[in-house]
């Protein structure tokens, strides 16, 4: 089954009413299966959970989802492409690759922490998934991770960034921005900047 976007492209027509309500359904129903399979586990999570907590029948939700794995693959599909656009639009708008590198991680992290934990914890936390979301999840891990090697690659060519190994850096890197939803708990706005502003400084500091 093939799901509409969120949002219709830029310039194209606006949605009809319909179309705005189901796009927006199909949104509480992603957030919600997230949310579940964080707590229940995949093998433990039943089309009938999510139903119930939408406040839709099983059969409902068919018209939706054709199965549970199309259902977490738009999981998937939803939080990767809206995580890589704002990755992408952040790293072409930055000066320099230090900069951008700076921005990137700043942006994770408010990803993780503010903007969207629920549908992040499907690529941070473990799960059982099955082959087949397994491979999903590496393919928009990839392009995830192309983002930030084209900075990286980028910085060290231009003499800004030293990394001793790009490839082990940029993997301490992902390590620490995934273990910071771990033990970040939001307080003030001023705050939050200030500890995330911290955090991206440290793993920086693993580039200079």
Not at 51 to 70: C, I
Request: net charge negative.
């Amino acid at each position: 089954m093939i799901h509409p976007a969120t949002e219709p492209d830029a310039g194209g027509p606006p949605l009809s009413r319909v179309a705005r309500k189901r796009n927006q359904r199909i949104d509480a129903i992603l957030n919600v299966a997230a949310q579940v399979v964080a707590e229940h586990g995949y093998h433990n999570t039943s089309l009938e959970m999510i139903a119930d907590q939408v406040d839709l029948t099983k059969a409902s939700l068919y018209h939706y989802f054709d199965s549970k794995d199309d259902l977490f693959s738009a999981c998937f599909q939803a939080v990767a492409e809206k995580t890589i656009a704002r990755l992408a639009a952040v790293a072409d708008a930055a000066p320099t690759p230090l900069d951008a590198l700076r921005d990137l991680i700043l942006e994770q992290l408010e990803i993780f922490v503010h903007d969207d934990p629920d549908m992040a914890r499907l690529f941070l936390q473990h799960q059982d998934w099955p082959e087949s979301m397994r491979e999903k999840q590496r393919h928009w891990r990839r392009l995830h991770e192309d983002i930030f090697v084209a900075v990286v690659e980028d910085g060290v060519a231009s003499g800004q960034l030293h990394p001793r190994d790009p490839r082990v850096a940029l993997h301490c890197m992902h390590g620490s921005i995934n273990f910071v939803p771990i033990w970040f708990r939001p307080r003030s706005a001023a705050e939050d900047k200030k500890a995330l502003s911290l955090v991206s400084e440290s793993i920086l500091d693993i580039f200079r």
